[in-house]
């Protein structure tokens, strides 16, 4: 398996704290969050793939077709099936926290249809979170999705630039 580039972890930091301290997780208010991705770096297709993260472009943040549960940090670890927008939907997700963020660590996808003119192709994917507080009603992070095994019966897969390969986001979320 190839090295994964390093995922830009954003701490996120109060008037009275310092630029290195992340805020607690037990004032995170539990809900469900609207999520956005705010920037992609895609290296498996040269880019072809931001367009599914960001379709307006890199100059407008995209938000998520569907609210995603954030768990109380006393509930943690907590299991759930989430749904980001199509394709990415029905992802089982663990819910863990490591000090001060939140964490998902492989969850996996199978058979993720890409689509147009990909035809029938699929891909599987693992996708690992990082996020923190920005507030009591916010969260910052990013999101590393592992792809590969491109596969297709018509042969319209496209080449991938490694398989596998990772997609790397930069995310923001608030309270809805």
Known sequence: MSALPLLILLLACGDDQGPSEALSLTDLDAGTYRFHTLSVRDGCLDGALEVLFMPEGPDSAHPFEHLIPIPAASDLPASYPVDFRAPFVGMDVTVTAQGETLVVDGAPMVGVALGGASG??????????RLTRA????LQ?????TVGDP??????CPVFDQDPCAVDLILSATLE
Do not use: H, I
């Open 120 to 129: 029938d192709c699929a891909v599987d994917m693992e996708a690992d979170v």
């Open 135 to 138: 507030s009591a009603t916010e």
């Open 141 to 145: 992070g990013s999101a590393t999705l």
């Open 151 to 156: 596969r297709g019966a018509q042969g319209l």
